[in-house]
């Protein structure tokens, strides 16, 4: 990975293209006072530097109204970061945080059915070796959510 040291130009360009991926470079040019060049080097840079991504975000509300659940994980702390990385593999959990506090370990995800939830929290996460507690809280009305700071998805399930 390239070292990259973000400056406040990079900052400006960050938070115009947060509100809107699609300006064009152009756009932001004007916008901030700089050439067009200026702009695609900087958004280059930033990507190259795995700083930036550009992608889609899923309207969570379109895609049948899943279930926003909250996993949290009480582990022996020599495992947490073992712990951490066997989750994130798994493809129905979006967001996997190591903490500090209550849990050692809060995962996100999105599910249809409580089923899925029980597979995964009860069948899968607490039988990995080193979890001691698995709790699950289910949303019942989302009132923010902001897709800059964790994009949770829903994957299709093999099979």
């Known amino acids: ?9 990079d900052r400006k360009i960050i938070d115009k293209l947060t509100s809107d991926a699609r300006a064009s470079n152009r756009l932001l040019a004007q916008s901030l006072g ?9 958004i ?25 659940v909250l996993i949290g994980i009480q582990a022996q702390l020599s495992e947490v970061q073992n712990l951490c990385m066997r989750i994130t593999a798994m493809r129905e959990i979006g967001c996997v945080i190591a903490m500090a506090g209550r849990y050692d370990i809060l995962c996100i995800g999105l599910f249809s059915t409580l089923e899925e939830i029980v597979s995964i929290a009860n069948n899968r996460i607490l039988a990995l070796p080193g979890v001691r507690h698995v709790e699950t809280s289910i949303a019942v009305s989302t009132l923010k959510y902001d897709h800059r700071v964790a994009k949770i998805i829903t994957r299709k399930r093999d099979g």
């Open 34 to 42: 700089v050439t067009e060049g200026t702009v695609r080097g900087r």
């Open 1 to 9: 990975m390239i070292e990259y040291v973000v400056d406040e130009l």
């Open 44 to 68: 280059k840079r930033l990507e190259a530097a795995n700083l930036i991504r550009f992608t889609a975000v899923t309207n969570v509300a379109s895609i049948g109204a899943p279930k926003v």
